[in-house]
């Protein structure tokens, strides 16, 4: 049961899709530098993965892996133009300056690696459930790097001046938010091992 759990609520914790798996990072390290971005991304990313991989779920399985992967391409990228349409209405300062990264978010790991791998092997309900703990395990990453590198980068929150001293101007850069998501990484996975010791523990002790 536990296990079983597990698999499940992973994309937060145990398989965050950024900070573990490395996936989706060029958005968050080249766009997430103010809230603004980051909701756009977060906004475009939920609604292209979680619509797309619904639909490609009732794909045959029978067809070939190679037919099957032009096919959840297809849908995703006939998704993105709707979720376009209505992010150039609410977001179009977003827009230009995320550029390419955007349609990019229509073939990105969740749709075009772990459908197959992952998520279509598991019976709908639990794919449903699974697929929300991944999503969400994104955004979070994604909103928290938006907020703390426009705070230090640019001296604001949500394009308000903030009561900052200091500003790190380079926060605001790729290379910034590189070294950032890197510092992300670390602790995460400082975190997940800890997390890990004390269940090895327990169980040795039980």
């Known amino acids: 049961m536990n296990e079983r759990k597990n698999s499940v609520f992973d994309g937060i914790l145990g398989d965050n899709l950024v900070l573990a798996s490395l996936m989706v990072i060029s958005p968050v390290i080249i766009c997430g530098d103010t809230i603004k971005n980051a909701l756009s991304l977060i906004y475009a990313f939920n609604s292209i993965t979680f619509i ?22 297809v849908i995703s990228s006939l998704i993105f133009i709707p979720v376009r349409w209505f992010a150039v209405e609410f977001y179009p300062d977003s827009i230009e300056r995320i550029g390419i990264y955007y349609p990019l978010l229509a073939v990105n ?58 500003t ?9 938010g590189f070294i950032f998501l890197g510092l ?23």
């Open 52 to 73: 797309s991989l619904l639909i490609g779920s009732f794909v045959p399985k029978k067809l070939p892996y190679t037919v099957k992967i032009i096919i959840y391409a």
């Open 109 to 166: 790991s969740l749709i075009v690696l772990q459908s197959e791998a992952k998520f279509f092997r598991m019976p709908r309900g639990r794919m449903i459930v699974s697929l929300v703990f991944y999503i969400i395990g994104f955004d979070a990453v994604m909103l928290f790097t938006g907020i703390v590198r426009e705070f230090f980068a640019y001296g604001t929150v949500f394009s308000k001046v903030a009561d900052i001293n200091t």
């Open 168 to 176: 790190v101007s380079g926060l605001g850069k790729p290379f910034g």
């Open 184 to 206: 992300m990484c670390g602790v995460y996975r400082k975190i997940r091992s800890a997390i890990a010791e004390r269940k090895n523990e327990a169980k040795e002790s039980h």
